[in-house]
């Protein structure tokens, strides 16, 4: 009896989990997430505040549970689904493109997303910074293998060249999200430009055509 009642309390507690987040995704998506608060997430789900703030400390916690998911969807495919025959460059423009049509799709609820969880300590933010390590090291893995067929530079710390790429990558998403009238493929011609003259720096001599 005791575990019967347990199993009905855990699933209460999951349908409740389920509606906070639902109701949050379509007042996130509708609104900007400063004008949502945890009184109409609440009411859209149909719950009390005090059972928004029992299943997630904050808002911004609630944000990244919502969106994190489609986040590490996005790495998982294209990290799966990336061109292993084209130069370098093309890879990694490949994949950051995929990033930014995401994000075009609601440009105002991923620029707040970014804004309050990026900053954060990782500690805030547990699932986007294991996407973010996650997402490293597959950078770091494809500069591994550029390293292993004599494109990339024996000496270059394929963790330190994923970092810089990384950081050119999250300085285009900047310019993207302040500047509205930026398209998708201005910001990747952008990083592109940004990303060509970082290798240029790593790649050994003579390989400069694998860059792109």
Known sequence: MFNKKMNRREISKQETRHLILKAARKLFTQRSMEECTIRDIARKAGVSPASVVVHFKSKTALLEEVLSGDIGKAVSELSVSVPKSTGLLDRLMYL??????????????????????????????????????????????????????????????????????????????????????????????????????YLRGIIRSGQSEYCS
């Open 96 to 197: 950051s493109k995929g990033f930014f049509s995401l994000y075009n799709e609601n440009r105002a609820l991923y620029r707040g997303f970014i804004r309050y969880t990026v900053f954060e300590p990782a500690s805030e933010t547990p699932l986007m910074s294991r996407i973010t390590e996650q997402y490293l090291r597959f950078l770091s893995g494809i500069i591994e293998e550029e390293k292993t067929r004599g494109v990339v530079r024996p000496e270059v710390d394929s963790t330190v060249a994923a970092a810089s790429v990384f950081s050119l990558y999250m300085g285009a998403l900047i310019t993207f999200f302040r500047e509205p009238e930026m398209t998708v493929e201005m910001v990747t011609d952008l990083l592109a430009s940004m990303t060509d003259c």
